[in-house]
C-alpha cells in the first residue's frame, strides 16, 4: 500500500486513451473501462506517493496527524508556510532525521522441519518460511522525500491549494 499526497482541488483534465488491459477486446470488454477507452485524470499540481512506512515516518517527522490505519489527513492553505520551514528546518538538521536511517533486514526465508500426520503415519516434511525484505533507509533517501514534498507544498501555497494525504 501507499500514499499519495496531493492537491485535490488543483486544475486537472481528462484524457482518455485504448484500454491495455489484457484481453479486453470488443465483445468481450474487461469490466475496467468504457467500451474499450480509459480515462485518466491529469493534474498540473505536483503529486508524492511513499509506501505506508515511509509516509509514517514523514507524518510523524513532521509533526502531522497520522491517523490509523487509513493514514489520511490535510494541511489547510494558512498552515502551508509553517509547514514549509519546518521541512527547511529538518533539512539542515541531520541529528532531526537519525532515527530514521536503517538498515535492510531480511526475515525468514529460512528451511523447517514440520511433522505432517498422514493417516497414522507421521513423516518429517522440509518447508520453507517466505522471506520478507524490509528496506532500509538512508538520509539521502529522507531528504529527497523531503524535498518532494517540498515542491508539493510550494505550488499548493503559490496556487492557494490545500494538500491532502491518503
Given amino acids: 500500500m501507499s500514499v499519495t499526497f496531493g492537491c485535490p482541488d488543483a486544475l486537472a483534465h481528462e484524457e482518455s486513451r485504448a484500454c491495455d488491459f489484457p484481453g479486453c477486446k470488443p465483445g468481450d470488454r474487461c469490466g475496467y473501462c468504457q467500451d474499450g477507452i480509459e480515462f485518466e485524470r491529469i493534474s498540473d499540481a505536483p503529486e508524492c506517493n511513499f509506501c505506508n512506512e515511509n509516509a509514517r515516518n514523514l507524518l510523524d517527522l513532521l509533526d502531522l496527524p497520522c491517523d490509523e490505519p487509513g493514514l489520511y489527513g490535510c494541511v489547510e492553505v494558512e498552515d502551508l508556510a509553517a ?9 539542515n538538521s541531520e541529528a532531526k532525521r537519525a532515527h530514521l536511517v536503517t538498515e535492510t533486514q531480511v526475515i525468514g526465508g529460512e528451511k523447517r522441519v514440520r511433522s505432517v500426520l498422514d493417516g497414522n503415519v507421521v513423516r518429517l516434511e522440509r518447508t520453507s518460511i517466505g522471506r520478507v525484505i524490509r528496506c532500509g533507509n538512508t538520509d539521502d533517501q529522507t531528504l529527497r522525500r523531503l524535498g ?19
Fill in 148 to 166: 518532494q514534498l517540498d515542491r508539493l507544498l510550494e505550488f499548493a501555497q503559490v496556487s492557494g491549494f490545500r494538500v491532502t494525504w491518503g
Fill in 83 to 91: 509547514l514549509r520551514r519546518r521541512i527547511m528546518f529538518l533539512t
